[in-house]
């Protein structure tokens, strides 16, 4: 089975994982401008961690689904960055939102987000071996 297909339940995982960010982006901006009209540099500055977190876990995601370590292991940190979104979302969508609560959760899926960067750099360092020997 290939790492990149429809077929692989990793891949769609992280498929899944991906269109869940990309949509926290966008509710994340819509919920933000109508509740941040007094701090516009708050919400600068939140929709730019947001865009930040999503190439980083577009890019980290794919290569860690290239390359995954066992497979539970893969998808339960992939799981688990899947949670931290939706709660990630679902906090900020609530019109009374502690700033504590929302930066837990993104927390916890920045968390998941370096583990899984630093097993795709160790895949990677050892492909690079591999083709060099």
């Known amino acids: 089975m290939t790492a990149i297909s429809l077929h692989n339940p990793l891949f769609v995982t992280y498929l ?18 109508t509740k941040s009209k007094a701090d516009p540099e708050r919400m600068r500055r939140v929709q730019r961690e947001d865009l930040t977190l999503l190439c980083i876990f577009l890019v980290a995601g794919l290569v860690f689904v290239m390359r995954p370590p066992w497979f539970w292991i893969a998808q339960g940190m992939l799981l688990v960055y899947l949670v931290a979104q939706v709660a990630y979302l679902a906090v900020s969508m609530r019109a009374q939102t502690r700033e504590e609560a929302r930066l837990a959760f993104r927390m916890l899926g920045a968390l998941f987000l370096a583990l899984m960067a630093g097993w795709g750099l160790a895949a990677a360092a050892d492909a690079l071996y591999d083709l060099l020997d």
């Open 16 to 33: 899944i994982a991906a269109i869940v960010s990309i949509l926290n982006v966008v509710v994340s901006r819509l919920s933000l401008s």
